[in-house]
């Protein structure tokens, strides 16, 4: 093995398709970000695992994209019926032992440009989109979603609160104590800033981390928090803090890695 081997990205190509020239389903910074060089290699060196899967990336600024937002899994019918102008080249650029990400747009509701953490976070967002038509291949995604849906449900027998979580739509906002705990032990910027809005948002912000750093990195539920008027306690339990600190980050990992090793030759569309 080379040295250069082992250092190399998961990101194997970053393509682009369509007209680069002008605005379309990309806005205008998007656009310019990507159409330089300097930021392409940045977006290549931040992704870095699973260290032994290749990511093959497939920009498309075109009209037609518009159509294909947040898509998920798709076969190849999918782009040859739906990318009448570009699904040639795309379908010429797919890769059988990679994983092929389309991306149709930077257009989510987080506004932010463009980055390599940025595209990580997304590629949650379509693989979410995959467990309608795909759930057995993206299973493991609503494993880690429920783990740690019901660790944090379970936070309120330590705190002797009642707090509520829809177990059946992690797409509603987090609000109250929960809302505190979910930043609280995240630990990512996002989290810091205080800005994960809802479950799904904090599971593609820790795949996105997974992605750049390898591992998820947790913080055990404080030990007591303001909320209101209220000073909401809990007892020292260093099981609990171990819960948190190694056991859910090692068991998302697991399910992160397994659904991406699942992923290997299949086309998503962003
Ligand atoms: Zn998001």
């Given at each position: 093995m080379?040295?250069?081997?082992l250092?190399?990205?998961?990101?194997?190509?970053?393509?682009?398709?369509?007209?680069?020239?002008?605005?379309?389903?990309?806005?205008?910074?998007d656009?310019?970000?990507?159409s330089?060089?300097?930021a392409?290699t940045?977006?290549?060196?931040?992704?870095?695992?699973p260290?032994?899967?290749?990511f093959?990336?497939?920009?498309?600024?075109h009209?037609e994209?518009k159509?294909?937002?947040?898509?998920?899994?798709?076969?190849?019918?999918?782009i040859?019926k739906?990318?009448?102008e570009?699904?040639?080249?795309?379908l010429?650029?797919?890769?059988?032992?990679?994983?092929?990400?389309?991306?149709?747009?930077?257009?989510?509701?987080?506004?932010?440009?463009?980055?390599?953490?940025?595209?990580a976070?997304?590629?949650?967002?379509?693989?979410?989109?995959?467990?309608?038509?795909?759930p057995k291949?993206?299973?493991?995604?609503?494993?880690a979603?429920?783990?740690?849906?019901?660790?944090?449900?379970?936070?309120?027998?330590?705190y002797?609160?009642?707090?509520s979580?829809?177990?059946?739509?992690?797409?509603?906002?987090?609000?109250g104590?929960?809302?505190?705990?979910?930043?609280?032990?995240?630990?990512m910027?996002?989290?810091?800033?205080?800005?994960i809005?809802?479950?799904?948002?904090?599971?593609?912000?820790?795949?996105a981390q997974?992605?750049?750093?390898?591992?998820?990195?947790?913080?055990p539920?404080?030990?007591?928090?303001?909320?209101?008027?209220?000073?909401?306690?809990?007892?020292?339990?260093?099981?609990l803090?171990?819960?948190?600190?190694?056991?859910?980050?090692h068991?998302l990992?697991?399910?992160?890695e397994?659904?991406?090793y699942n992923?290997?030759?299949?086309?998503?569309?962003m």
């Amino acid at each position: 093995m080379f040295i250069k081997d082992l250092f190399e990205a998961p990101i194997s190509d970053i393509s682009f398709m369509g007209d680069w020239d002008k605005n379309s389903s990309f806005r205008q910074q998007d656009r310019k970000l990507l159409s330089n060089p300097k930021a392409i290699t940045k977006i290549k060196a931040m992704w870095k695992f699973p260290e032994d899967i290749n990511f093959n990336i497939i920009c498309v600024n075109h009209k037609e994209a518009k159509n294909h937002i947040e898509i998920g899994v798709v076969d190849q019918k999918y782009i040859a019926k739906g990318f009448t102008e570009t699904g040639e080249d795309i379908l010429k650029s797919l890769k059988g032992d990679e994983i092929n990400v389309i991306f149709t747009n930077n257009n989510g509701s987080e506004g932010v440009p463009m980055t390599g953490w940025i595209m990580a976070h997304r590629l949650g967002h379509a693989i979410q989109r995959s467990r309608w038509r795909y759930p057995k291949l993206v299973y493991y995604w609503d494993e880690a979603i429920q783990l740690y849906i019901d660790s944090l449900s379970n936070l309120n027998e330590h705190y002797n609160t009642n707090f509520s979580i829809n177990k059946r739509n992690q797409s509603l906002p987090l609000t109250g104590p929960l809302k505190y705990l979910v930043n609280h032990i995240g630990t990512m910027k996002s989290a810091r800033d205080a800005n994960i809005r809802n479950p799904y948002e904090f599971l593609h912000e820790m795949l996105a981390q997974y992605m750049i750093t390898g591992s998820i990195k947790l913080n055990p539920p404080p030990l007591s928090f303001k909320y209101r008027n209220a000073i909401i306690k809990r007892p020292e339990n260093e099981s609990l803090d171990d819960e948190w600190i190694y056991d859910i980050p090692h068991q998302l990992k697991d399910y992160f890695e397994t659904v991406l090793y699942n992923l290997v030759g299949k086309i998503l569309v962003m």
